[in-house]
């Protein structure tokens, strides 16, 4: 099985999912900026709500990407007010026909002193354990 780790930020809170999901896998976390290259079989994805949609980058990097180098995407990520981003990504993947992995991780996020130190080490436990179902 191979892997690609990819993430959109603002805040760091992501990353810092990210960077721990990669490591688990034995992969890098790059950012949305970085092109998947070679073909993966799963892609996970982290992103968040931004003014109650997901980034406009997010949204042009799913709608780059090759159906044929990618076999699913799986979603995950951190948000202060919303919870799953799955619905917005999801619509964006249909576009370029890339499926969806029924299952995501969520996590609350600290944005502006709300939910303050999230995601913190019990989280990102939660998130190495949810990606342990993919190895």
Known sequence: MT???RYYTKTGNTKRLAEAIAKELGVEALPISEAIE???DILFL?????AFNIDPEVKAFVGSLDKNKVGKIVNFGSAAMLNSTY???KAEADKVGIPMDEKEFHCKGEFKGIHKGRPNQDD???AVQFVKQYK
Request: charged content about 25%; cysteine-free.
């Open 38 to 40: 070679e073909p993966v």
């Open 124 to 126: 990102i436990d939660a």
């Open 46 to 50: 982290g992103n968040s709500y931004y």
């Open 87 to 89: 619905k917005k990504v």
């Open 3 to 5: 892997y690609a780790v």
